[in-house]
């Protein structure tokens, strides 16, 4: 099996923000963001957005290093945060009482803060001292990489006031702020834990929906989208960004495996995969009928690594049929060679 070389941490030069039309397959570039020098490790550094999330107008971005508050559809930013503590952050989600969260995954961490970026609290995602593996000295904003990971969280998210983040590595979801509460996904590492209507929906990285009820934390249902529609065994890609619209379809994201030095990271790939895999795509899957909908090939827009879906209001350059949805895709394409 062919992958390609190089660390998705030097590989991305433009973090992209996409609008898709899934009726005609229409795309546009809502935007396209750089990273100032400052919170970038070296020019080299990549520039992607990671996992998001859209409340009301506003859409809450991170890059690897910084936060950025975008007010939709006109992705004016109106708040900003980047945090000497902040080193491969994941994801960034509003809180109930008006603050942000993110998943700082360099430091095996989350850290909780106000919009002005003051720090609320931090929470070693190992039930450890914050800092007792790191230098609150330091400016990991200026560190490439602070793999291998312990832990590697990926998606924060509230129940209630309580605050819950999906953790790659031990294979589950636990809760920080009370640490008897625990949901364990078992199949493979977890990426996005989505609160939706009585359920949590995760992704696994190796493509499974995982369906936990959110009041008795049991796993309720899985299913593997690699089975579905795929007779011949193609690699999917890395499974992140997920959107669902009810209570058996939902848009799934899958980002074209690259090969990566830290082997631990693709060790869900299974031999019996033939050819370099899918493009980057999103697909529309109804986990009912076990069967995928719709898929839309982003590379053909630009858009080469892939963490966040997210829902979009008419917008009149992308016409529609009322069936249909609206999208935003957000991550990062790359201008050199790959």
């Given at each position: 099996?062919?992958?390609?070389?190089?660390?998705?941490?030097?590989l991305?030069?433009?973090?992209?923000?996409?609008?898709?039309n899934?009726?005609?397959?229409e795309?546009?570039?809502?935007?396209?963001?750089?990273?100032?020098?400052?919170v970038?490790?070296?020019?080299?550094?990549?520039?992607?957005?990671?996992?998001?999330?859209?409340?009301g107008?506003?859409?809450?971005?991170?890059?690897?290093?910084?936060?950025?508050?975008?007010?939709?559809?006109?992705f004016?930013?109106?708040?900003?945060?980047?945090?000497?503590?902040f080193?491969?952050?994941h994801?960034?989600?509003?809180?109930?009482?008006?603050?942000?969260?993110?998943?700082?995954?360099?430091?095996?961490?989350?850290v909780?803060?106000?919009?002005?970026?003051?720090?609320?609290?931090?929470?070693?995602?190992?039930?450890?001292?914050?800092?007792?593996?790191?230098?609150?000295?330091?400016?990991?904003?200026k560190?490439?990489?602070?793999?291998?990971?312990?832990?590697?969280?990926?998606f924060?998210?509230?129940?209630g006031?309580?605050?819950?983040?999906?953790?790659?590595?031990?294979?589950?979801?636990?809760?920080?702020?009370?640490?008897?509460?625990?949901?364990?996904?078992?199949?493979?590492?977890?990426?996005?834990?989505?609160?939706?209507g009585?359920?949590?929906?995760?992704?696994?990285?190796d493509?499974h929906?995982?369906?936990?009820?959110?009041?008795?934390?049991?796993?309720?249902?899985?299913?593997?989208?690699?089975?579905?529609?795929?007779?011949?065994?193609?690699?999917?890609?890395?499974?992140?960004?997920?959107?669902?619209?009810?209570?058996?379809?939902?848009?799934?994201?899958?980002?074209?495996?690259?090969?990566?030095?830290?082997?631990?990271?693709?060790?869900?790939?299974?031999?019996?995969?033939?050819?370099?895999?899918?493009?980057?795509?999103?697909?529309?899957?109804?986990?009912?009928?076990?069967?995928?909908?719709?898929?839309?090939?982003?590379?053909?827009?630009?858009?080469?690594?892939?963490?966040?879906?997210?829902?979009?209001?008419?917008?009149?350059?992308?016409?529609?049929?009322?069936?249909?949805?609206?999208?935003?895709?957000?991550?990062?394409?790359?201008?050199?060679?790959?």
């Open positions: 099996m062919l992958l390609r070389t190089e660390e998705e941490y030097r991305y030069d433009s973090a992209l923000i996409l609008q898709v899934p009726e005609v397959e795309s546009r570039i809502c935007l396209e963001y750089k990273s100032p020098p400052e970038r490790a070296s020019d080299e550094a990549s520039i992607v957005f990671k996992a998001g999330t859209l409340s107008r506003n859409l809450y971005a991170c890059t690897s290093t910084e936060v950025l508050v975008l007010q939709v559809p006109e004016k930013r109106i708040g900003y945060v980047s945090l000497p503590c080193n491969d952050l994801h960034v989600a509003p809180t109930h009482d008006g603050n942000l969260l993110v998943a700082n995954t360099g430091l095996d961490m989350v909780k803060f106000t919009l002005e970026g003051k720090v609320l609290a931090e929470w070693d995602v190992l039930g450890e001292d914050p800092w007792s593996r790191f230098s609150r000295a330091v400016d990991y904003r560190v490439e990489s602070t793999k291998p990971h312990r832990s590697h969280p990926n924060v998210f509230e129940l006031h309580d605050v819950w983040v999906t953790r790659l590595s031990q294979r589950d979801a636990v809760c920080l702020t009370n640490p008897e509460k625990r949901i364990s996904i078992g199949v493979q590492g977890p990426h996005d834990g989505v609160a939706f009585k359920h949590v929906y995760f992704t696994t990285v493509g929906i995982v369906t936990a009820n959110r009041d008795s934390l049991k796993v309720e249902q899985i299913v593997d989208l690699n089975v579905i529609d795929n007779e011949r065994s193609v690699l999917l890609g890395w499974c992140r960004g997920l959107l669902p619209l009810d209570e058996r379809r939902l848009w799934v994201g899958f980002t074209r495996v690259r090969k990566t030095k830290f082997r631990e990271n693709v060790l869900w790939i299974k031999h019996g995969f033939r050819e370099t895999g899918k493009p980057t795509h999103i697909a529309l899957y109804d986990l009912a009928a076990k069967r995928c909908l719709q898929e839309i090939d982003l590379e053909q827009y630009g858009l080469n690594v892939l963490f966040g879906i997210y829902p979009a209001e008419l917008e009149p350059a992308l016409e529609r049929t009322p069936s249909a949805g609206v999208l935003h895709t957000a991550s990062s394409r790359s201008q050199r060679p790959q």
